[in-house]
C-alpha cells in the first residue's frame, strides 16, 4: 500500500468529506503513471521505428534480387533475339535471296547467328554487366 500523505499547499481549503486531500493523495501517483505512460508510448515509437528499419532492409534485398534476374533476362534476350531474327529470314526460302546461290552462303548464315549471338556477351562482359 502507499503510504505518501503529501502535505497541503498553503491556504488550500478542505470541504466536509476532505476530497481535496484525497486529490492532493492521488496527485503523485496520477503524475508517475502519466510518466509511465509517455515512457511506454516512446518505447512503441522506438520498437515501431525498428520493424520500419527491418522492412525495409528486407524489400531492399527483395529489389535487389529482383534486379539481378531482370538482369539475367535481359542479357538472355539480348543475345537469343539477334539469331533468332536471322535464322527466321533464312528460314523463309525466298528465291531472290543472294545467299543461296553463294557456295559459302550456308556457313556465312552459321557465321552471322554465331556473331550476333557472341557480340552482345563480349559487349557486357567488357562493359562489366556480366
Known sequence: MFL???RLRPGAR???SGRLRRYQALRPRLDITRQDVASLSDYDEH???KVQLLLDATLGLINV??????KVLTIVSVVGIPPT?????????????????WAWGYPYALAMIALSAVLPLVWFKWRGWI
Not at 534480387?65 to 531482370?70: A, K, L, T
Not at 533464312?90 to 535471296?97: E, R, S, V
Request: proline share 6%.
Open 85 to 101: 531474327l536471322i535464322a527466321s529470314m533464312y528460314g523463309m526460302n525466298f528465291k531472290g535471296m543472294p545467299e543461296y546461290d
Open 47 to 49: 520498437i515501431a521505428n
Open 14 to 16: 478542505r470541504d466536509r
Open 4 to 6: 505518501y500523505r503529501p
Open 65 to 70: 534480387e529482383q534486379n539481378n534476374i531482370i
